[in-house]
C-alpha cells in the first residue's frame, strides 16, 4: 500500500485514461446495472435471483473501483514531459533505450506513473528499481539493476520526451 504522503505522478495521457475508466463505469455502466438490480428486484424473491444478486456483486465492484480511481485523480500530479527542460537526462515521461550488455539486446522503456504501469507496451513505474537507476542519467552511462534473478547491466543508448517514429529505434 502506497503511503499518504508518495507523490502520484502520472502523464497527461495516463491521467485522461483514468478519467475515462471513470467516466465509463459511473456514467455508462454503473446506470445499466442499477436498472438491471432494480428490475431484478421488482420480481420478487432476490434470494435466487441471479439478476438481482450478479448485479448486486458488479455494483459494489463499480464503486469500489470508482472510488480507488477518484483519489488517484485527487491525488495526481500531472507532469507534462514535452514541456521538459535538460532533455539529455532521464526524469519522468522519458522514452530511454538501453543496451542489454549481457545478451547485445537493446530494449525501450518509458518512465511512468504507476495508474499507468504496462510492461507488455514498455511502461515502467517511476519507483521501479531499473526506473529509480536510471533517473538523472544521460545516454553513454551505465546502469546496474539488481533483480531477483540477479544483477542486470544496461547502456544508456537513447534519451528522447516522445515516442518513437516507426521504423526506428
Same mark, same amino acid.
Given at each position: ?13 495516463? %491521467?485522461?485514461?483514468?478519467?475515462? @475508466? %471513470?467516466?465509463? !463505469?459511473? &456514467?455508462?455502466? *454503473? ?25 448486486? *456483486?458488479?455494483? *459494489? ?5 470508482? &472510488?480507488?480511481?477518484?483519489? *488517484? ?7 507534462? +514531459?514535452?514541456?521538459?527542460?535538460? !532533455?539529455?537526462?532521464?526524469? %519522468? ?12 539486446? @537493446? ?20 519507483? +521501479?528499481?531499473?526506473? &529509480? ?10 546502469? &546496474? ?5 540477479? @544483477? ?16 526506428? +529505434?
Amino acid at each position: 500500500m502506497a503511503s499518504t504522503d508518495e507523490k502520484n505522478y502520472i502523464t497527461p495521457q495516463g %491521467f485522461a485514461a483514468l478519467q475515462a @475508466e %471513470f467516466h465509463q !463505469l459511473y &456514467k455508462i455502466e *454503473r446506470p445499466e446495472v442499477v436498472r438491471t438490480v432494480s428490475w431484478a428486484a421488482s420480481n420478487g424473491d432476490r434470494s435466487e435471483n441471479g439478476d438481482y444478486i450478479y448485479g448486486k *456483486r458488479r455494483l *459494489r465492484q463499480i464503486d469500489s473501483r470508482c &472510488k480507488h480511481l477518484m483519489k *488517484r485523480m485527487d491525488l495526481a500530479e500531472i507532469v507534462d +514531459s514535452s514541456l521538459q527542460q535538460h !532533455l539529455e537526462k532521464i526524469f %519522468f515521461g522519458a522514452w530511454v533505450t538501453l543496451f542489454n550488455l549481457a545478451d547485445d539486446t @537493446e530494449v525501450t522503456y518509458r518512465i511512468v506513473g504507476k495508474d499507468e504501469l504496462d510492461p507488455n507496451k514498455g511502461c515502467i513505474s517511476w519507483v +521501479s528499481p531499473l526506473a &529509480k537507476a536510471m533517473l538523472g542519467k544521460a545516454i553513454g552511462d551505465a546502469v &546496474k539493476v539488481i533483480t531477483p534473478a540477479g @544483477e542486470h547491466e544496461y547502456e544508456i543508448i537513447d534519451v528522447r520526451y516522445t515516442p518513437a517514429e516507426k521504423g526506428t +529505434s
